[in-house]
């Protein structure tokens, strides 16, 4: 797509105004009901797919498919990724009210993050044509190690690990032995010290950008368009606060998601390897667009349909 800088700066302000949005309605610490999560879920989902529908009339099948399958698969690893989220919630123990405080910054941060990552992977991809080799072979590493976390139990029997250099931050500065509100900062003996309100925040902020090494070279396997990667990336993380609140309970009920999940990336990798070999003059088939969207679509709705029905069996 020919993508004008007006139309980029109306799409970020538009994007800054709906975050705008979310953080003052959300602004005020409470427990969100399922009622409150369902209804912003669906105006999120809503909103991503009037933007798809307007690529569709405006810029034609191609962006318009490509925007839908790119924010389908982001979508969906956002809802893996949400496992990793209840972890860190229950590691520091997490008020209920401040949940949706930490989550509304988190996904502000993976945002930021996203933009950083979608930039330097469109410049990579400019300059070195190759690096799609890169990309195919570690979504496909990505894949199989997604199968094998799942055959050794999944996410129920992981705890979250602080990694290196969020202890080293916590020992530089100190932390609070309680939370404060939803302060990040507090005096404690005449020091001011982290609150670990803070310090969830800085967690769930290094983990974005663990989770953005997989999702970026995945969506670039489906489109190389940076406005359509940027876009279908921020529809996808805008949601992801009320979808956290509504498919808590259900994220336990998705025992094949992992595989379903590895299904996809490793069918993007084997793309972004077929996409590399052609651009390197051999003549292999490539995979379009309208057959990517089908294979996610069915690979979701199988992999939802499987663990709901395994569910059901091993409580019967």
């Not at 469109?122 to 979504?139: H, K, N, P, Q, R």
């Not at 995945?218 to 498919?247: E, K």
């Not at 972004?272 to 651009?279: F, G, T």
């Amino acid at each position: 797509m020919n993508v004008t800088l007006s139309v980029w700066l109306l799409t970020v302000a538009g994007l800054c105004v709906l975050v705008a949005a979310d953080f003052f309605v959300g602004r005020k610490p409470h427990d969100v009901s399922l009622r409150e999560a369902g209804i912003w879920t669906a105006v999120w989902v809503v909103l991503a797919c009037l933007f798809g529908v307007g690529l569709l009339v405006f810029g034609g099948g191609g962006p318009g498919g490509e925007f839908f399958a790119g924010y389908l698969t982001e979508k969906s690893l956002s809802v893996d990724n949400l496992f990793v989220f209840v972890l860190i919630m229950a590691k520091f123990s997490v008020p209920s009210q401040y949940q949706q405080r930490v989550l509304m910054v988190g996904v502000l941060v993976a945002l930021v993050l996203r933009a950083a990552f979608i930039a330097a992977g469109a410049a990579i991809i400019t300059a070195f044509s190759w690096v799609f080799y890169l990309f195919g072979a570690f979504l496909i590493w990505t894949a199989w190690k997604l199968i094998q976390d799942a055959r050794k139990g999944g996410h129920e029997q992981e705890e979250y690990e602080e990694n290196k250099l969020l202890k080293s931050i916590e020992r530089r500065f100190g932390v609070a032995d309680r939370y404060h509100g939803t302060r990040l900062w507090a005096e404690e003996n005449g020091r001011r010290v982290m609150t670990p309100m803070l310090v969830v925040m800085l967690a769930i902020g290094f983990t974005d950008i663990l989770f953005a090494l997989d999702s970026i070279p995945a969506i670039y396997g489906l489109t190389q368009d940076p406005y359509i990667v940027f876009t279908a990336n921020a529809f996808a993380l805008m949601g992801l606060r009320q979808l956290y609140f509504l498919i808590g309970g259900l994220l336990k009920k998705l025992v094949h998601l992992s595989y379903g999940l590895s299904v996809i990336l490793g069918f993007i990798g084997v793309k972004l390897v077929l996409h590399a070999l052609h651009e390197s003059g051999v003549h292999v088939p490539e995979i379009g667009i309208p057959f990517s969207l089908g294979f996610i679509v069915l690979v979701l709705a199988v992999t939802t349909a499987t663990s709901l029905w395994a569910t059901r069996q091993e409580r019967a």
